[in-house]
């Protein structure tokens, strides 16, 4: 059944409220006007993060394999605009040498931030350190990034609000890591390690993902997807997931949400993530398909 667009709209104003984040109308609309096919058909998700108040905000996304263009699409309508940055390039780069289907990602309070590129079954690592126009950092890390399983990346992420990229790794079962793993990964990086308790929680995460920026040398972000339902929140750590589990709006039967655990070199936050359409399980995993 289609999503109620009207009452998306309505729903993010409801998360901006939760999150106690800005909400512009204006620019909410204008991204779904241009995509009203996407988000009434596609997977759709809605996240925050324990940032403080003043500095948070909300974003929704749309996945979807179905062909189209979002590139064309936000250029003509104004929201991306190049001005020679190199994640322009690399946006040029991807597009022209792996197939792909799209996510986009946008925030309710000024509009489109990000595009997701999905690669079906993943592309080798090598191939994606081969970009030209991949911030350094990224290729600087490709030791790491091989020595802890990220052989393949299932998903590029180019955010041209921060000027960042995201690299993914597959989907993969809870528990696939162990939080021995995770101390690894993390002090291989010099970032600080969590509590016990913690390192349990991130081994249980279904991805992992690396955020790197043509401005710094260091790992952006180095962030564990654990999928949980409302019950298995860690809300003894921070009472906004308590109330997002319990409040956030869902249009799907399923009350299906993700919290990410994110390290960088300054202080850790946590993000949280619903599957707002309730049907991220059965379309979004296996649109991403399985290692050659």
């Not at 779904?32 to 948070?56: C, E, K, M, S």
């Not at 409040?247 to 949280?272: D, Q, S, V």
Request: aromatic share 10%.
């Amino acid at each position: 059944m289609p999503t109620d667009l009207v009452r998306l709209v309505s729903d993010l104003r409801k998360y901006a409220d939760l999150a106690e984040a800005p909400f512009d109308e204006a620019a909410v609309r204008k991204v779904i006007d241009i995509f009203p096919d996407l988000y009434a058909h596609a997977t759709i998700g809605v996240r925050t993060t324990n940032h403080p108040v003043g500095q948070r905000d909300v974003n929704f996304r749309y996945v979807s394999d179905v062909p189209h263009d979002p590139v064309e699409r936000l250029t003509r309508a104004g929201l991306l605009i190049f001005e020679g940055h190199p994640i322009e390039s690399l946006l040029t780069e991807v597009v022209e040498t792996f197939p792909h289907w799209w996510g986009l990602d946008s925030a309710v309070s000024h509009g489109f931030e990000k595009l997701w590129a999905f690669f079906t079954g993943g592309v080798p690592l090598d191939d994606i350190l081969a970009l030209r126009h991949l911030p350094e950092s990224a290729r600087a890390h490709g030791k790491h990034l091989a020595r802890f399983g990220l052989d393949r990346v299932f998903v590029l992420g180019m955010d041209f609000h921060h000027r960042s990229v995201n690299l993914y790794s597959p989907m993969q079962p809870p528990g696939s890591l162990s939080p021995v793993q995770v101390a690894d990964m993390l002090g291989d990086l010099g970032l600080p390690l969590p509590d016990e308790e913690e390192l349990r929680h991130d081994a249980r995460a279904v991805q992992y993902y690396y955020t790197f920026s043509w401005e710094h040398a260091r790992v952006h972000r180095l962030c564990f997807a654990i999928g949980a339902g409302p019950e298995d929140f860690p809300v003894h750590r921070e009472p906004l997931l308590g109330r997002f589990a319990a409040e956030a709006p869902i249009a799907g039967e399923k009350r299906n949400f993700i919290w990410n655990t994110t390290y960088g070199p300054g202080a850790g936050y946590l993000k949280m993530e619903s599957d707002y359409t309730g049907v991220a399980a059965e379309t979004v995993i296996p649109m991403m398909g399985h290692p050659r």
